[in-house]
Antibody, heavy 118, light 109 residues
Framework: QVQLVQSGSELKKPGASVKVSCKAS????????MNWVRQAPGQGLEWMGW????????TYAQGFTGRIVFSLDTSVNMAYLEISGLKAEDTAVYYC???????????WGQGTLVTVSS | EIVLTQSPAILSLSPGERVTLSCRAS??????LAWYQQKPGQAPRLLIY???TRATGIPARFSGSGSGIEFTLTISSLEPEDFAVYYC???????????FGQGTKLEIK
């Protein structure tokens, strides 16, 4: 069955970097793009952008450019979200979510909590 | 960039009641709209896609309608497990531009 399993919670200091991983299984990884979604504490869902798992080309949503990088390792079916220069306002749960026709299923990772605090 | 606006922000209702949630797009998006339910500590669950198609396993009490810029999600008779936050999302276009609305919280009265 399709699964997206994300890395565990992270506690980082301001200015540091974090890399969240999302391991896909149960399907051909390069068939479907991968989205990234942010949810700050008590707030709504924000679509951060997506990465083409065939080409590796990332696209960032408005407001998510500059300190964020999406990347892949297709040899191990992994997608990554890296955030540099962390700020307190980056504290959030980050989700990976498979793109694709919903009739093929809708799949999300379990979420990774990133806490930025001195 | 297309903006999705949901209303109201919060709804207080009782089990058994009927509820309609609204989502308005700043530009026409055809029928490329999805609805999600999210409970605390959980990832969102897809309820409706293509504005009116129920996702696999979603009870018939959930229905979606609309096209263009105005969309609604209706729950015909609220069950206790339906009290959650609901989000609309532009979805189905390629390349993806999967904007979310800000959410409607459905709380027990």
């Amino acid at each position: 069955q399709v699964q997206l399993v994300q890395s565990g919670s992270e506690l980082k200091k301001p200015g540091a970097s974090v890399k969240v991983s999302c391991k896909a299984s149960g399907y051909t990884f390069t068939t479907y793009a991968m989205n990234w979604v942010r949810q700050a504490p008590g707030q709504g869902l924000e679509w951060m952008g997506w990465i083409n798992t065939n080409s590796g080309n990332p696209t960032y949503a408005q407001g998510f450019t500059g300190r964020i990088v999406f990347s892949l390792d297709t040899s191990v079916n992994m997608a990554y979200l890296e955030i540099s220069g962390l700020k307190a306002e980056d504290t959030a749960v980050y989700y990976c979510a498979r793109e694709g026709p919903p009739i093929r299923g809708d799949y999300w990772g379990q979420g990774t909590l990133v806490t930025v605090s001195s | 960039e297309i903006v999705l606006t949901q209303s109201p922000a919060i709804l207080s209702l009782s089990p058994g009641e009927r509820v309609t949630l609204s989502c308005r797009a700043s530009q026409t998006i055809g029928n490329l709209l999805a609805w999600y339910q999210q409970k605390p500590g959980q990832a969102p669950r897809l309820l409706i896609y293509d504005a009116s198609t129920r996702a696999t396993g979603i009870p018939a009490r959930f229905s979606g309608s609309g096209s263009g810029i105005e969309f609604t999600l209706t729950i015909s008779s609220l069950e206790p497990e339906d009290f959650a936050v609901y989000y609309c999302q532009r979805r189905g276009n390629w390349p993806p531009r999967n904007t979310f609305g800000q959410g409607t919280k459905l709380e027990i009265k």
